[in-house]
């Protein structure tokens, strides 16, 4: 039997403001093995039932079914409205599938068409606060609705009412974007909130990201100076008639119980200035004021259809602790993103008071010094006596722990709950194996994700930082495309990146960009400093990595002219190809920096050559698979041109790298740069410096996420595995033995004797080292992609058993399905289990296998030494003897 289980727009299932179909796929399910898609049939229509049907691509013969595009001009869709798209299948086995049907809402498919100005009751003399305030508008609504949608966005951040209830569960909307150049709105089915007659419609507004005092130079208004929101309703009535409602300048509004909020300083929310009935019909408040437009232009608007931010977990207090200093605090058992939802039940006036924090120190006692400037405070003032559950609206908190400052009535762990906040993807990869403390890494690699990945991908979430930092977005991307479909997530960043280069195709070192010109005294921002390497070739890596986890082209042809650009700005600031540029990262915090630097010993024109050269090589590939033929051959060239440099450059006669670090030696065989007569060379160096410490690594941000690579692709698994294993510091494992929830920024955060590192930079949230979760998935696993046929059309099943592990398993939800791999070995024998998706085809290699004792119905050859098996969809169980 063969069923179409999924069916994907734009890589999201049934999406609400959708202004574009760029893509259709969908996941094909079958009992049988080998199944691959003949001919496909999709259709799209007004109604559930098909009858109006506005698109109907007839049965195309073809294998393609996960980036079905179609043709222009031959789907006309309307703003505001409800879609239904359907999907059947035929086999190669001459299977037929039934129709899968699912709804979409589009969003405004032509930005001419949005008439919503934004309003706001602030003037310029609140361009030094952060209130919060209530805006409201009323409409008549003279007959029965059929269907009605809310287009909305803001400058800051807004909730959405109808009718006095919350429109979804959105958070941080409109979230972060570089806002004077592009915005997001969504879209909300609101059908079922409103009725004919009287309705209200209401937004809270906070100063968010927009115009709150943000960055570690801590200034305000990086986008502008008063906050504002905007929203337009489509209503649809039932006798086919449609009505457009704005917000205009009748709506009202007014400072309402947020009295302060802010990203990195919390929130102070005084519960009696709340306005009754604010958000409702018949609010007998008096004291309304008036609202004005700001002007935007609707251009920079765009429709956010998937990845909105949202409480996703909810964890309970684990327990109340009393510190030896005396403070009382309530420990939730993990480091993580979002906010304690706390009840409280006060006399008037009455107050709670919460600060949260990451770690304790070595005594026990609250540890404040690494958030440095950020307040992370929640303050709730009581109306009366009646029991109030509350989280803070406009800001989120990175902690583990939550120090009660003043609280009314008895503290009880019951009252607080940790929930978990960031943008909402799917969960797509799982990895599991014998050895707890790899269990507890690769949770704690997960956590690093959940608590970065709010809106855009920060650094760490309880700093005042919390930025997107380039670099870390780059190294941390493929395992987090591993772990969850990131795909709306950074295609939606990459849009900023380009937004945010300079006129000559520099990339900021964070994005959305806040950074750059705003402090010439700052060590790392001074003359204007952007442009490092490793952190801006996110422009490329990123756009290269979707492209091999999702086999997508259309991120390439739109970030096409912000990756050239960037080749383009290497190119003119290099003399003889060897890059460097104002400020570099370099290997940043690796530990062979000297006593008190942030900056390894790697020097910078090998790190910045290395990286030019290793972008010039994605990008001219890319230039190549979108059919840029001549771009292909020149960016080629200057590719082997680099290469060429950096060999005469880097090399010495001997054939051995002259700079001795393990990170040079990492990133010249990762990105392929070794001559291959002096590969040995890099590799035999690399075991060396590695056995200088011991089997340690002294790595920073550039060589930490490929160190096990470099080993495990030259023939050095096993070393790849002990790098793995040490748990002693420095490594992956010395921080989990120190009972690390999440990863954290230094290999020595917390150092075994609880001392901390210096709090000026220590974050215990910062996903960077977390690059290692590849490692697991791609080589102890095996899923590998192959860049030939991307997106795991072709997939690479080749499991490394090693390392002592009894057994590894892990699974991907691809974009054709679920890819599966496990092995269990034992002294003598290994048994690999393997799940390929239809329409997908594998090669499975059993790497070190010895006399296979069952094939599992595959046919194994040896190919260049590695027994291998081709095969397409299904379950597939194989027994082979280890090589002795
Ligand atoms: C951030 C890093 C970032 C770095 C740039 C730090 O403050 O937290 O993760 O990449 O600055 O060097």
């Known amino acids: 039997m063969t069923t179409v289980s999924k069916v994907l727009l734009n890589y999201q299932e049934q999406p609400i403001g959708v202004a574009q179909i760029k893509q259709v796929g969908w996941i094909i399910e079958s009992n049988q093995k080998n199944v691959f898609q003949k001919t496909y049939h999709l259709q799209i229509a007004e109604d559930a039932l098909f009858t109006k049907i506005v698109y109907d691509s007839g049965i195309i013969e073809t294998e393609e079914s996960a980036h079905v595009t179609i043709p222009e ?87 959405l009412y109808v009718n006095g209830e919350k429109v979804r569960d959105d958070e941080f909307a409109p979230g972060w974007t570089s806002y004077n150049k592009h915005l997001l709105y969504q879209t909300y089915d609101v059908t079922e909130f409103l009725k004919d007659g009287e309705n209200t419609i209401g937004a809270m507004i906070g100063a968010g990201w927009y115009k709150g005092n943000m960055g570690f130079v801590r200034m305000r208004n990086h986008y502008g100076e008063q906050s504002a929101f905007a929203c337009q309703l489509q209503v649809w009535y039932e006798d086919g008639t449609g009505e457009m409602i704005t917000t205009d300048e009748n709506w009202q509004g007014d400072w309402g119980p947020v009295l302060f909020s802010e990203i990195y300083d919390g929130e102070t ?98 540890y404040l ?75 704690n690699i997960l956590w690093g994700m959940k608590g970065n990945f709010l809106d855009v991908p920060t650094d760490c979430p309880q700093r005042d930082e919390r930025l997107g930092w380039t670099g870390d977005a780059q190294m941390f991307c493929r395992t987090a495309s591993f772990l969850m479909d990131t795909y709306t997530f950074y295609s939606k960043w990459l849009r900023d990146l380009e937004a945010d280069q300079t006129e000559e195709g520099g990339v900021p070192h964070v994005v959305p960009d806040i950074l750059t010109g705003k402090s010439s005294e700052d060590r790392l921002l001074k003359d204007g400093s952007h442009s490092a390497a490793a952190w801006a070739d996110a422009a490329i890596i990123i756009p290269w990595i979707l492209y091999l986890t999702y086999g997508d ?90 290469v060429e440099t950096y060999q005469k450059t880097f090399f010495n006669k001997e054939g051995h790298l002259s700079v001795q670090t393990q990170t040079a030696q990492i990133i010249t065989l990762y990105f392929g740069l070794a001559p291959e007569s002096y590969r040995r060379n890099v590799v035999d160096d690399l075991l060396k410096l590695l056995k200088k410490e011991k089997g340690h690594l002294v790595t920073g941000f ?6 096990c690579h470099a080993l ?150 040896d190919e260049s030494g590695v027994n291998t098996a081709h095969t397409g969809s299904g379950r597939y169980m194989v027994r082979y003897r280890k090589n002795k």
């Open 73 to 159: 001009g031959l789907c006309t869709l309307h703003s505001s409205k409800e879609y239904f798209i359907r999907v059947k299948v035929e086999t190669s086995n001459g299977d037929e599938s039934e129709w899968r049907a699912d709804r979409f809402v589009t969003g405004v498919m032509e930005n001419s068409e949005w008439r919503a100005p934004f309003i706001t009751i602030e003037t310029a003399e609140d361009k030094n606060h952060s209130k919060g305030y209530y805006l409201r508008g009323s409409c008549h609504l003279p007959k029965k609705i059929a269907a009605a949608y809310i287009h909305a966005s803001a400058l800051g951040l807004y909730h």
């Open 269 to 366: 929310y005084d519960a009696r200035k709340e306005i009754a009935d604010w958000n409702k019909n018949g609010c007998t408040y008096e004291s309304w004021q008036e609202v004005h437009a700001i002007s935007v232009d609707s251009k920079i608007l765009e429709a956010q259809s998937g990845g909105m931010v949202k409480e996703m977990t909810e964890l309970p207090a684990k327990q109340v602790i009393l510190t030896p200093e005396g403070d009382t605090v309530i420990d939730f058992g993990q480091n993580l993103t979002g906010w304690v939802t706390f009840t409280v039940k006060g006399d008037k006036g009455s107050k709670a008071e919460l600060k949260c924090f990451e770690v304790l120190d070595a005594k026990g006692n609250v």
């Open 702 to 707: 550039v060589g930490t996420p490929y160190f």
């Open 712 to 861: 495990s692709q030259n023939g050095h698994t096993k070393e790849a595995y002990e790098l793995l294993l040490k748990d002693d510091f420095p490594s992956w494992l010395y921080q989990v033995k120190q009972g690390a929830t999440t990863i954290w920024e230094h290999w020595d955060g917390q150092k075994p004797d609880g001392s901390m590192w210096s709090p000026d930079m220590n974050s215990f949230n910062h996903y960077a080292y977390g690059a290692v979760g590849e490692w697991l998935y791609r080589v102890a696993a095996g899923i590998e992609c192959d860049e030939k046929k991307p997106g795991y059309k072709h997939i690479i099943i080749a499991p490394h058993t090693g390392g002592g592990l009894e057994y590894v398993k892990a699974s991907y939800e691809s974009i054709y399905g679920r890819i599966g791999s496990r092995w269990e070995e034992n002294e003598q024998e290994v048994t690999v289990t393997v799940e390929i998706p239809c329409n997908t085809c594998a090669d499975v290699r059993l790497q070190g296998a010895g006399e296979i004792l069952d094939d599992g119905g595959l046919e194994f050859t």
């Open 553 to 642: 082209t259309t991120v390439i042809e739109c970030q096409y002219g912000s990756m050239k650009a960037w080749i383009g700005f290497m190119q003119e600031h290099s003399v003889g190809h060897i890059w460097n540029y104002k400020l570099q990262f370099g290997d940043w915090v690796a530990l062979d920096a000297e006593e008190g630097s942030y900056f390894g010993a790697t020097p910078n024109d090998l790190t910045c050559t290395a990286y030019y050269a290793y972008s010039t090589g994605l990008f001219a590939k890319m230039a190549d698979i979108i059919g840029r033929t001549e771009d292909a051959a020149k960016y080629q060239k200057l590719y082997d041109e680099i």
């Open 369 to 443: 010094d690494n958030l440095r400037s950020a307040k992370q405070t929640i303050t709730y003032i009581c109306k009366d006596d009646a029991e109030v559950t509350f989280h803070p609206n406009f800001s989120f908190q990175g902690f583990q722990y939550v120090k009660i400052i003043e609280y009314p009535g008895e503290i009880k762990a019951e009252n607080f709950t940790a929930h978990v906040v960031h943008s909402n993807m799917r969960r797509t990869g799982e990895f599991e194996c014998s050895n707890p403390d790899i269990n507890q890494l690769q949770h």
